[in-house]
Every structure is written in structure tokens, then in C-alpha cells.
């Protein structure tokens, strides 16, 4: 893959992290205000959501090096009614105008916290939107091994696996700052961090076990299928097959080290700790799998047809 490939791999990775991290971190947040109140929550969110907007910046700038003339790349959003990509273009736009809007309240504002709250909801939404036409767009009739519905499915269970893992280096990363600048908030997010890795491990392991799962069966489906799809399964089981094997392995092996961590947070509730290293090491393993994946995705289909 040329450099031009790479910058698909690198945007919809991108953008799948953004979204699901987006989505677990909102969830922690809402958590957060019933115990600790509004301010508090709203103010231990404020350093994600500024990574979460300079992710989807990056996104955006990558995704433009697929392209032989960038900037025409608005014009595509011309066909709204009749094409996917002119659907997830908008829903991107529309995903990083809300997640800016957000950080401007956040960081520059006092209150509006239920603008914020609505803001960070309807963003999600977008951006699940914005994966799921993203996903559409490789449903092709001449690409056998991307038209399943699959597709869809592990490209959004992406986003939940990214999420999960990218949102709790953001948590440490945000604790690190505090402890530093030696606020008061420290014990704050230190809670928040034993009782929301238990849960986010849970999905990070339970979304590697299906994507396991679905992979297994998409074997099984181009075994079945026509030679575009037969020939799909050779690169897969045979020139790729190293690749295939570890990135199942560095997949597991980051959620199991996530879960690891997670239970000795959760067991030593009552000591300091310092999980810098495992929970970046966990983020790194499970990037590194869905980079591997997301190349076997792209390097293993066969056209059919002209």
C-alpha cells in the first residue's frame, strides 16, 4: 500500500476512535454528575474532549491524501440522496462542528451545561452516522470480501473497542495534569478511574471476543463464495496469514492486560497507583491489532470485474 492507500486505513481508524471515545467518555460523564455533580464532571472531561477534536482534525487532514485534487473534495457532497459518500463527508463535517462547539463551550464558556450534555449526545449520533456511511460506502457488488454486512457491523464494533481503550489513556493522561499542577481534583478523578475501568475492560473484551467471532464467519462466507471471494481467502489464509495470526494476538493481548489493570485499580481501591504504563501499553497492543486489521481489510480484497 502506497501512501495514498494508507491515508484510508489512517482516517477511518481515526474517526472510529473519535466516535466511540466520544461515546464513552459521555457515559462516564453522566455517571460522574450524579456523584460528583456538574462542574466537577464537566470539568474532568474538558482535556478528552480537545484530544477527541484534534483526533477528528486528523482524521480530516489524513483523508485528504487520497485524494488526487483535495480541494474539491466539498463538491462531493453534492449527491447527498443517492451516494454514501457524500453522507459520511456531511455527517464528518457535521460530527467535528459539534465536538468543536462542545470544547468552545468548555473551554471558553461558564455553564451552558445542558447545551453541553445535548451537544456531546447528538455528536455521538452523528458520528455513529458518520461510520455507518463510511461502512456503506465498501458494500461494492464487485468487491466480494467487503459486500457483507459485516462491513458495517465490525467497522462500528471498531469504534466501541477504539473507544473504550482510547478514552481510559485520556483519563490517566487528564489525572497525570492534575496531580502535577497538585489540584484538589486528584482523589476526584482517581475514583472515577477504579469505577469506569472495570466496565470499559468489560467492553473492550466482550467486542474482541465478537470481532473474533465474526471474522471466523467471514472466512466462512468467502470459503462459500465466488472466485473474487476465493481468492480473497487465499491472501488471507496464505500470504497474510502471519499478519492475520498477530493481530488476533496483540488484539487479545492488549484486552487482557486492560482487564489486568482494571482489577488491580479496582482491588487496590484504597492505595495510590500508577497505571500509566499498562493502560498506554493496552491502548497500544489493541491500536496496533486494528491497524493490522484495517491493512488485512484493504490488502486482501479482490475486485470482480472491471
Known amino acids: ?39 466537577t464532571s464537566n470539568q474532568i472531561v474538558r482535556i478528552p474532549v480537545l484530544a477527541i477534536l484534534l483526533t477528528i482534525i486528523t482524521a480530516i487532514i489524513g483523508s485528504h491524501f487520497h485524494l488526487s485534487r483535495p480541494y474539491f ?9 443517492s451516494s454514501w459518500l457524500s453522507r459520511e463527508i456531511a ?15 468548555q473551554w471558553f464558556t461558564q455553564g451552558h451545561l445542558r447545551l453541553q450534555s445535548a451537544l456531546g449526545w447528538l455528536g455521538i449520533t452523528v458520528g455513529f452516522l458518520s461510520v455507518y456511511s463510511m461502512s456503506k460506502i465498501y458494500l461494492l457488488p464487485t468487491h466480494s470480501s467487503w459486500n457483507s454486512p ?21 483519563l490517566v493522561m487528564d489525572l497525570k495534569v492534575v496531580e502535577v499542577a497538585g489540584k484538589e481534583e486528584t482523589a476526584v478523578r482517581r475514583q472515577i478511574i477504579q469505577h469506569s475501568f472495570v466496565w ?32 480473497s481467502l487465499i491472501l488471507l489464509l496464505g500470504l497474510y496469514q502471519p499478519l492475520f495470526t498477530l493481530r488476533f494476538i496483540a488484539l487479545f493481548t492488549g484486552v487482557s492486560w486492560f482487564g489486568l489493570t482494571a482489577f488491580y485499580v479496582h482491588a487496590h481501591s484504597k492505595r495510590p497507583f500508577d497505571i500509566t504504563k499498562p493502560i498506554y501499553l493496552t491502548c497500544l497492543f489493541i491500536l496496533i491489532a486494528e491497524i493490522m486489521g484495517r491493512f488485512l481489510f484493504y490488502a486482501t480484497h479482490v475486485r470482480l470485474g472491471l
Open 91 to 105: 455527517f464528518t463535517i457535521s460530527f467535528f462542528l459539534l465536538v468543536a462547539g462542545l470544547a468552545y463551550l
Open 150 to 170: 459485516l462491513t458495517m457491523v465490525i467497522f462500528l464494533l471498531s469504534a466501541l473497542l477504539l473507544g473504550a481503550t482510547a478514552v481510559s489513556v485520556l
Open 73 to 81: 473534495s466539498l463538491l462531493a457532497m453534492l449527491n447527498l440522496g
Open 1 to 39: 500500500m502506497n501512501v495514498r492507500e494508507w491515508a484510508l486505513p489512517v482516517y477511518t481508524i481515526l474517526m472510529q476512535l473519535a466516535v466511540g471515545t466520544l461515546l464513552s467518555l459521555w457515559v462516564i460523564r453522566a455517571w460522574a454528575m450524579r456523584r460528583f455533580g456538574e462542574t
Open 200 to 231: 470499559l475492560a468489560g467492553v473492550a473484551g466482550i467486542t474482541a471476543v465478537v470481532i473474533l467471532t465474526l471474522n471466523l464467519i467471514f472466512i466462512a462466507q468467502l470459503s462459500q463464495g465466488n472466485v473474487s471471494a476465493q481468492t
